[in-house]
């Protein structure tokens, strides 16, 4: 099975039918250490929010009531799935409370990381050291998803 990448929602001017597929997959790609196609034909890929919820400061907007119950009606469709939430607020929409880059079984045969959202403004991505370990941590994930096939 292959891996399971859930987002926040698509971006202003993202495709909603295509999920993770713009500047955030390029980005997730790079992490992977993967090329594009591969990145495309090997994971699956979804946003918890179908559109995009509007700008809040200098991010756009995740209202946490409309996730969680959009976490919700999903939750049954992720068992037995190897999952990474892109970014902390997706993962707690989920009830994951797991600490980043970092893979916890969960009820229902899930296991379940969650990776800093890789935008522009997180400023996490702004440490050599947290991007080296994540980037350790995504090569390690890409390389074994086929174990959990």
Not at 27 to 48: D, M, P, W
Not at 82 to 111: C, D, H, Y
Request: hydrophobic fraction near 40%.
């Amino acid at each position: 099975m292959r891996l399971l990448l859930i987002g926040q929602a698509p971006s202003r001017h993202g495709d909603p039918t295509h999920p993770l597929e713009g500047r955030i997959g390029l980005a997730l790609c790079k992490l992977f250490g993967c090329s594009f196609h591969e990145y495309l034909q090997e994971t699956e890929r979804i946003n918890v929010l179908m559109s995009w919820p509007g700008k809040n400061g200098k991010g756009d907007a995740f209202p946490r009531a409309e996730a969680s119950l959009s976490a919700k009606s999903l939750m049954r469709a992720l068992a037995y799935r190897r999952i990474m939430f892109v970014g902390v607020a997706t993962g707690r929409a989920f009830k994951f409370r797991g600490k980043p880059l970092q893979w916890v079984r969960r009820a229902g045969g899930i296991e379940a990381a969650v990776v800093p959202h890789p935008s522009g403004i997180n400023r996490w991505w702004n440490s050599k050291t947290n991007k080296d370990r994540a980037a350790r941590f995504l090569r390690r994930a890409w390389r074994t998803q086929g174990d959990s096939r």
